[in-house]
């Protein structure tokens, strides 16, 4: 992976952080339409791209099984992290470490696939595509976690600590397949784990934003923008 898409990675927590700091305003609805519309992004990439991609080779079976395992780790992760994926962010008093161990394990995993060198046409296509879900996906998580980290009345400086911790999760994922482990063997078994996590996180959004089923016009126009932005990646 090349040092921009680090620094994209990197950069697009704080795009969220620096919204939360500078709109402090910034609606409860504005955020869930964020998450509305990346939740459906993300949907719709894991769906178009990365599914159809991976599931090309003989063990096919083996990578649906890996794409489970990922579903249950993020079940698990979810216990700690409360829900902040997809925009949970109430905690009153002082945050909780476990939300910050639970999204650091979360965001360390995504980044994974990335760090891992593509041989072909198709591997540095499904990269692209994973790239734009996570810095999308990030945007609004970053708002909402620093939401909480000004919420809990902490010193800007802690705040600013806990987000560059955040921020740097998910390059150091890709840091550590690129440059540490001897992964790149397992590129697909890992792109699963994260395809049952981006299904985990995407599909609850998608359920969330339809709470009570009554009908919000503007989420479901969130949601068609999303999904639109990923089919024109996918057919132009
Ligand atoms: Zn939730
Ligand atoms: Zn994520």
Redesign the pocket.
Known sequence: MSLTNYIVLFLSVFIGAFIAFYFKNISNKTTKLLISFSGAYLFSITVLHLMPETFNNENNHVIGLFVLIGFFIQIILEHFSQGV?HGHGHIHGSIPISIMIGLCI??FI?GMPLGTPHHNHVNAHTHDSLLSA?VL??IP?GIVLTHMLIQSKMSKARIFLFVVIFALTTPLGSFFSQYISNISGYYHEIMAIVIG?FLH?STTILFESSEGHHFNSQKILAIILGTSIALLSTFL
């Open positions: 994926e979360h965001s995504e996570i996906h990030k998580v996590i996180i």
